[in-house]
């Protein structure tokens, strides 16, 4: 098959940012009623998304992936959700918000891009061969 | 559609919506993921810089960049189009909870108390743009994917690492919700 096109993914992303904002998941709101537990609704959205991603692919005859879970999962998952909980955003919420006008998460999104950056960086010092830096997990 | 002007789009409609994507980039060959993206942005600015961005991003990342710079005008389009509201409807309890740390100001889908450029020299701002997004960015690629990629991609492919990095999240999450905004918004002004 011919490799799609790049608007293809553009209208893709379209159709996320849109979802984002009109189900209010990139708001820092909705992130801290989260984490407080007083409300269904961010959990109902993950987990519906969950629920129809896991039918979608068995559909089209994915099966389950077989990783294995390590500790620099569990450690970076940690990191990553402490800068959740302040941001209020993941990194598609802080396109979203941008593109919304919140321009003051410009400034998250740099930073965001400085963090990878700067684990790109330690990948390339003695921290190589550390098990919570060394090879990249990308999962993509 | 959907009460467009009163309240958000419930969230049976909004996570199926999402999950979508899922099979979508499958059609594409394609895996369903944000934080790459900030890969392949570091990769077109500065490629020599690391070994992890030396490589040519618009062959193997344009798609990464296209599909962010597209849900950056899904928020514009929201915003002209079908905005959301003025105030985000979240329960009492947490408005209350949010109150008492010393929030007064709940408009918009961020307080501008903390988030707004006024606020960026503040220990409550700086914290949470500047360190809160490094950590989001730092994080990602330590545990290989955030929200996108390790939840929602990585759970309905039913990984084990995926849903170890969600507790990652949590355990994050919690941490600042609980121990550490008391503190940080005392700091407001």
Known sequence: MKAPRLWVFGLAGIWFGVVLVKAEVLSW????????????????????????????????GEGPVRDAATPRHMVGGTIFGLGWGLTGACPG??????????????????SAIVGTWTYGRLRDTRLASHPMIGRSLNLN | MFGVSEGPWPWYVAGPLIGLMV??????????????SLQRVCAAAVPKSASLFDYDW?????????????????????ALALPAGDVVAIAAATREALTGLGLSDMRGL??????????LGTWPGFMSMVVGGFLVGFGARVAGGCTSGHAISGIAELRAASVVTVVGFFIGGLTITYLALPALLAGLQ
Do not use: C
């Open chain 1, 93 to 110: 919420p802080m396109y979203a918000l941008i593109g919304y006008g919140v321009t003051p998460y410009a400034v998250v999104l740099v």
């Open chain 1, 29 to 60: 709101f909705r992130i801290q009623e989260m984490f407080r537990f007083d409300a269904f609704h961010m959990y109902g959205v993950i987990g519906s998304a969950i629920a129809v991603g896991a039918v979608g692919r068995w559909l089209l």
């Open chain 2, 23 to 36: 099979p979508l980039m499958i059609l594409l060959k394609r895996r369903f993921g944000i934080s790459t």
């Open chain 2, 110 to 119: 961020a307080p501008a108390q903390i988030f707004s450029w006024q606020a």
């Open chain 2, 58 to 78: 618009r062959s193997i990342g344009g798609w990464n960049v296209t599909f962010a710079l597209g849900v950056a005008l899904g928020g514009t389009l929201a």
